[in-house]
C-alpha cells in the first residue's frame, strides 16, 4: 500500500519528441505501489501509457532503441546502472535521440 | 587485419564490458563525480568534458593549419541537429579563446538549407523552423543566412528576410517525384545539398564551409558507400577536408567525435536544445532505404560492441581517390566508368549481361534505357552518379549546372579524339 505518488519530469529531445505529440516536456506523477520505480519500468510505461504507434521508435526489448540517449539529472545512465535505476522524487529524465544528426 | 593497433579483431568480437559502479570519480581530474562516460571506460564529469571537446576540435584544426594568422571566413552548415549545435559553440568558444589557448582565426557564418518543400511542409511551418532555426542560433553572435534548397542557384538570405516562392519549388518537386526509389532520393539529395552550399559559399565570398558530421554518420557513410559503388569518392565524402569544388574546402572537424559526445558535448556546455528538422529519413521504416539500414545496423551493433563505429570508421581512412581528368559532372569526384580489363565495373557489367541476357542498348550500361539525353550525360558521370541518373525518370529536370558540366565534358572529349593523333601521349 502506498500514499502519494512519484513526481518525476521527463524530457524529449533530438527528434523524440515526435512521437510523444511534439512535447518536449512531459511531467509526470506515477503512482506509489508495492513495486520499485526503475528506469525499465518507467521506459515501459511510457510505452503503454504516452505512445499510441511506432513503440519500436524508441523502445527495443525492456530498454530504449539504440541511438537513444538517457540521461539522469545530468548524468549518463550507463553511470547509474542502466534500467536498474530507481527514480527519485523530482529526477529528470532525458531521452535524447542522435539518429540521422549531423 | 592490415592495421598498426594489433588486436582489432579481438575488440570487434568482444561483447560490452560490465558498466562502471556508482560514484565513479572523473578520470581527468579525479576530484569529480563523473557524470558521462565514453567509450566503455572513459568517466568524464561535465568540466572536464567540455575542456576534452574544446582541446581535441582545435588540436584538429590546428593540425590541419587551414587557418593562420588572417581572419578566414567559413561557413557553417546548421541543420539544427545536436552535432550543429555542438560544432557552432566549440567554433565560438574557438574563435573567441584567448592567443594562449589555440585561437582559431576564422569569420564564421551560419546557413540554414530550408528542404520543407520536399516533404509537402507549408509555407507558414517552412518559417517557422527558420524562426525556431534563428532563436537558437542568434545567441552565437554571427549572420544567420537561409536557403531554400533548388534545383537552379539560389541566393542565401538573412533568414530573417527570408520568403517562400512556391513557383521554384516546383522543380525541385518533380525531380524528387520522378525518382523511384528513397536510396536514391537520398544520394540525390545529398548531392543537391553540396552543391548549394558550395553556391552560397561562392556567393558569400567564403572559401571554407564546416559539416557537423560526426563519427557516427562518418561510419554510416562509409558502409552504405560502398553499398551504393561509391568507392571512388568515399575518401573525399568522408575525409576531413574535400575539395572537390573548386574554390570551396569542405571541412568535418567533429568527425573524431562520436554521437554521443557531440550530443552530449551540446547539452553540458549550455547550448539551447536542439531544433528538429524533419528529413526523408524520419519515421522512415528500417528497410526503406540502404542508408536507413546502414544506420540501423551500426548504431545497433555499436550498442552491443562499442569499437564498431571507430574500426569502420578507421578502416575508411585507408580508402583513398585516384584522381581522373575529367572529374564527375554531378560529385565532381573521379570517373571511375573506364572499362579496365578485370575492373569492378567490367565485372558488374557482365553479371548484368548474363542476368538480364541482354547487351546494354546504350551506352549507358547501367539500365536498358533509351532517353538520348540520359545516354549522353551518364558517359560524364561516376558509377554511383550514373545510378541515381539513372533512377531519375526525366533527366531534363536535373540541376542546370549538372547538364552544363556534362555538355562541356562531352564537347572537351569530342575535342580531344579529334587532336588526338597530334598529342604527345604520355608513353612516347
Known amino acids: ?102 | 587485419m592490415c592495421s598498426t593497433g594489433g588486436d582489432d579483431g579481438e575488440t570487434l568480437l568482444n561483447p560490452k564490458p560490465p558498466l562502471p559502479e556508482k560514484g565513479t570519480l572523473c578520470r581527468k581530474c579525479k576530484t569529480s563525480k563523473a557524470q558521462v562516460i565514453l567509450q566503455i571506460k572513459d568517466a568524464y564529469c561535465k568540466e572536464c568534458l567540455i575542456a576534452l571537446c574544446n582541446h581535441k576540435f582545435r588540436a584538429i584544426l590546428g593540425k590541419s593549419r587551414i587557418f593562420g594568422n588572417e581572419q578566414k571566413s567559413v561557413l557553417v552548415a546548421f541543420s539544427g541537429s545536436a552535432s550543429s549545435l555542438a560544432l557552432l559553440k566549440l567554433l565560438s568558444d574557438a574563435v573567441a579563446a584567448g592567443p594562449s589557448h589555440r585561437r582559431i582565426m576564422a569569420c564564421p557564418k551560419i546557413i540554414y538549407i530550408d528542404e520543407g518543400a520536399l516533404l509537402g511542409m507549408s509555407a507558414e511551418e517552412r518559417l517557422t523552423k527558420c524562426k525556431e532555426i534563428l532563436e537558437v542560433t542568434a545567441g552565437f553572435g554571427f549572420p544567420v543566412y537561409a536557403v531554400p534548397l533548388n534545383v537552379q542557384d539560389s541566393s542565401p538570405v538573412d533568414i530573417t528576410n527570408y520568403e517562400i516562392h512556391g513557383n521554384t519549388d516546383d522543380k525541385l518537386k518533380s525531380l524528387f517525384e520522378s525518382v523511384s526509389d528513397t536510396t536514391s532520393k537520398l544520394d540525390l539529395l545529398n548531392r543537391l545539398r553540396c552543391n548549394v552550399l558550395s553556391s552560397c559559399a561562392q556567393q558569400l565570398k567564403t572559401s571554407l564551409v564546416m559539416l557537423a558530421d560526426n563519427s557516427t554518420s562518418v561510419a554510416v557513410k562509409i558502409l552504405s558507400g560502398v553499398s551504393l559503388g561509391k568507392g571512388a569518392s568515399i575518401s573525399l565524402e568522408t575525409g576531413f577536408s574535400d575539395s572537390r569544388h573548386s574554390d570551396v574546402t569542405f571541412l568535418r572537424p567533429l568527425r573524431d567525435f562520436t554521437s554521443k559526445e557531440a550530443t552530449i558535448f551540446s547539452i553540458f556546455s549550455g547550448c539551447p536544445k536542439s531544433v528538429f528538422v524533419p528529413s526523408l529519413l524520419t519515421m522512415s521504416k528500417m528497410d526503406s532505404s540502404i542508408q536507413r539500414l546502414t544506420e540501423t545496423f551500426i548504431v545497433n551493433l555499436q550498442n552491443e560492441f562499442p569499437s564498431t563505429v571507430s574500426t569502420v570508421y578507421r578502416t575508411g581512412e585507408k580508402f583513398c581517390s585516384t584522381p581522373s581528368n575529367q572529374p564527375c559532372a554531378f560529385c565532381l569526384g573521379p570517373l571511375d566508368t573506364v572499362h579496365k580489363p578485370c575492373s569492378a565495373l567490367e565485372a558488374t557489367d557482365f553479371s548484368r549481361e548474363l542476368s538480364t541476357g541482354k547487351k546494354p542498348e546504350s551506352s549507358c550500361g547501367s539500365c536498358d534505357c533509351k532517353n538520348k539525353l540520359r545516354s549522353t550525360l551518364v558517359q560524364t558521370l561516376c558509377y554511383s552518379c550514373r545510378l541515381i541518373v539513372c533512377s531519375v525518370d526525366n533527366p531534363e529536370l536535373l540541376p542546370s549546372t549538372v547538364l552544363e558540366n556534362a555538355r562541356e565534358a562531352q564537347s572537351f572529349s569530342k575535342m580531344k579524339s579529334q587532336i588526338e593523333e597530334f598529342l604527345i601521349s604520355e608513353g612516347e
Open chain 1, 1 to 102: 500500500m502506498g500514499s502519494g505518488s512519484l513526481k518525476i519530469s521527463v524530457h524529449f529531445g533530438g527528434g523524440a519528441e515526435i512521437l510523444f505529440d511534439n512535447l518536449k516536456q512531459h511531467d509526470l506523477e506515477l503512482p506509489l505501489d508495492n513495486g520499485t520505480w526503475n528506469l525499465k519500468r518507467l521506459i515501459a510505461w511510457i510505452r503503454d501509457n504516452k505512445m499510441k504507434s511506432k513503440q519500436e521508435l524508441f523502445v527495443k526489448d525492456d530498454s530504449v532503441r539504440p541511438g537513444i540517449l538517457v540521461l539522469v539529472n545530468d548524468t549518463d545512465w550507463d553511470l547509474l546502472g542502466q534500467t536498474d535505476y530507481e527514480l527519485c522524487d523530482g529526477d529528470q529524465v532525458h531521452f535524447i535521440s542522435t539518429l540521422h544528426g549531423g
